[in-house]
């Protein structure tokens, strides 16, 4: 019977399953100069890592809206820990087998990124199947987990580093690998429940013909590229606007982004029955925007490394927020409707940060600029919140 099933299992395994997540979005890059002196890499086939890691996570996102329920939620969310692990794992082994090291690094990071993309789609619909009550409150919570695993990657691999040395690093990759195998077996025996009843899903057709459901999509590109792109650009931002080094950029930077944003989601995991998302989310997008003209307009550099970092506080709700009123907006849309979002995340997370990274190049190095020309997602979020603020109480009637 439900009661009798232990659901906190569940919950912790999912909890992991971010960890994870966060693990095979932040430890490698933190390894990128170490590839280019060890392996000969330029910094153009450098800059294809992360490219090839959202790429795929794009593609099993857009693969997960068909095939995740015919496969079956336990194979799937098992088959992401093993493959999550394994091209951690073969990332320490690869670049040594193949004479082209970087073919052995890009075959590792397919492998942990369609492991990364397979956890996205799956763990929200996972912990919104399960019968806990304040379900909004216990998804942001759930997504805080990656925050505090983007947060112990950085400070865990700087710290083993100082002690053991950078060229120690392929050790490093063994022990972050020992995460998902370890949850692998919490998934192999949790239990998992169907977010929606065979032949009971509006179907994809159905999905996307309902136009709020559209605006859930924008908000989540905007949210996915409000998000991605300052934690990304922080730690050069800061490196750049205070001149510092790049450990202390990267603790003062994504460290703070990543720390903040995990404390958004735990505050509102925990006040969530007292506050209307939307509502909540509509301050945070008005705050996300005002921490973008803050970091990009300040002439005082601490000024815009506040601008940086409370832009965590912004963004934390964001996604985890978009998740969980597009679920009450279609609640037979089953795991079709987490992909799709997870998709438009991603692709906000792809398109952003390359954006600002252009626009910085064509201004002459001017990352402010980048900024800037970034500014336009979170103001085109809350214009989208205060339409969907207006028309939330016309929820899609799916009976």
């Avoid at 002196?37 to 890592?49: D, F, P």
């Avoid at 970087?102 to 763990?123: D, M, N, T």
């Avoid at 925007?289 to 601490?302: D, F, N, R, T």
């Avoid at 964001?318 to 991603?346: E, H, N, Q, Y």
């Amino acid at each position: 019977m439900t009661e009798q099933k232990n659901y906190k299992k569940t919950l912790i395994a999912c909890y992991l399953g971010f960890v994870t997540q966060a693990i095979s979005a932040n430890f490698v890059p933190l390894l990128f100069l170490t590839f280019i002196s060890t392996y000969g890499i330029t910094l153009e086939k450098i800059a294809m890592i992360p490219m090839v890691f959202y790429l795929t996570q794009l593609l099993v996102d857009l693969a997960a809206t068909k095939y995740a329920d015919k496969i079956g939620y336990r194979t799937c969310i098992v088959a992401s820990q093993v493959l999550s692990s394994a091209g951690l794992v073969l990332m320490a082994i690869l670049p040594e087998v193949f004479s082209v090291p970087f073919i052995g690094i890009l075959i590792s990071v397919v492998l942990y990124a369609i492991g990364s993309g397979l956890i996205e789609v799956l763990v929200s619909p996972i912990v919104e199947a399960c019968p806990f009550e304040n379900k909004d409150g216990m998804m942001s919570l759930l997504h805080s987990f990656y925050c505090w695993g983007a947060m112990g990657v950085v400070l865990g691999s700087t710290l083993f580093f100082a002690v053991f040395g950078v060229e120690n690093w392929k050790i490093l990759t063994f022990i972050w690998a020992l995460v998902p195998l370890y949850n692998t077996f919490n998934f192999i025996s949790c239990p998992i429940e169907r977010l929606v009843e065979d032949g009971k899903s509006m179907g994809i057709g159905m999905l996307l013909k309902t136009p709020v459901f559209w605006l859930m999509i924008l908000l989540m590109v905007c949210s996915g590229a409000s998000e991605v792109t300052m934690a990304q650009w922080a730690s050069a931002f800061t490196e750049s606007a205070l001149g510092v080094s790049k450990t202390i950029g990267d603790l003062a930077g994504p460290c703070l982004f990543a720390m903040f944003m995990g404390i958004t989601r735990m505050l509102y995991g925990k006040f969530s029955e007292k506050l209307d998302l939307t509502k909540v989310m509509l301050v945070c997008a008005i705050m996300c925007v005002g921490c973008y003209l803050l970091a990009s307009l300040s002439e005082l550099p601490i000024l815009g490394l506040a601008g940086c970092a409370l832009c965590g506080l912004a963004v934390g709700i964001m996604w985890p927020g978009s998740i969980s009123i597009s679920s009450k907006i279609c609640p037979r849309g089953g795991t079709a409707v987490f992909a799709f979002l997870a998709l438009a995340g991603d692709l906000g997370a792809m398109v952003s940060p390359t954006m600002v990274g252009s626009i910085s190049e064509m201004a002459g190095g001017d990352l402010k600029m980048g900024l800037l020309a970034a500014a336009i997602f979170p103001i085109v979020l809350t214009f989208g919140l205060l339409i969907l603020n207006k028309r939330g109480r016309k929820a899609v009637k799916t009976e």
